[in-house]
């Protein structure tokens, strides 16, 4: 079973940034997609940004322009640079990596954290 360690959660005064981070302990695999999804009490989970392994980037019209997705494919982890927050962005944080191939196999898998908690106090 593969577990997602995630760290950076926490709370900030509105405006303020913080930096989500996630690792995908082990070797001997590819993850196609890594990304983060977010979770408010009420609402449906959504994705807030995703990256591929050949760096393309997806992110949710909301965080346009203040967050900012990144990783690195050779120590499976996936960064959330969250800039300009705002109260609506307090959410649970969900890391996710998506398409993981182990060496040998062609089967794909997908994999979700636990989530770590993001509030922003206006």
């Known amino acids: 079973q593969v577990q997602l360690v995630e760290s950076g959660g926490g709370l900030v005064q509105s405006g303020g940034s913080l930096r989500l981070s996630c690792v995908v302990p082990g070797s001997g695999f590819s993850i196609f997609t890594m990304g983060w999804y977010r979770q408010a009490p009420g609402l449906q989970r959504e994705l807030v940004a995703s990256i591929s392994i050949a760096g393309n980037t997806n992110y949710a019209d909301s965080v346009k322009g203040r967050f900012t997705i990144s990783r690195d494919n050779a120590k499976n982890t996936v960064w959330l640079q969250m800039d300009g927050l705002k109260p609506e962005d307090t959410a649970v944080y969900y890391c996710?990596?998506?398409?993981?191939?182990?060496?040998?196999?062609?089967?794909?898998?997908?994999?979700y954290g636990q989530g770590t908690q993001v509030t922003v106090s206006s």
């Open positions: 996710s990596a998506e398409g993981l191939v182990r060496a040998g196999s062609l089967r794909r898998n997908d994999y």
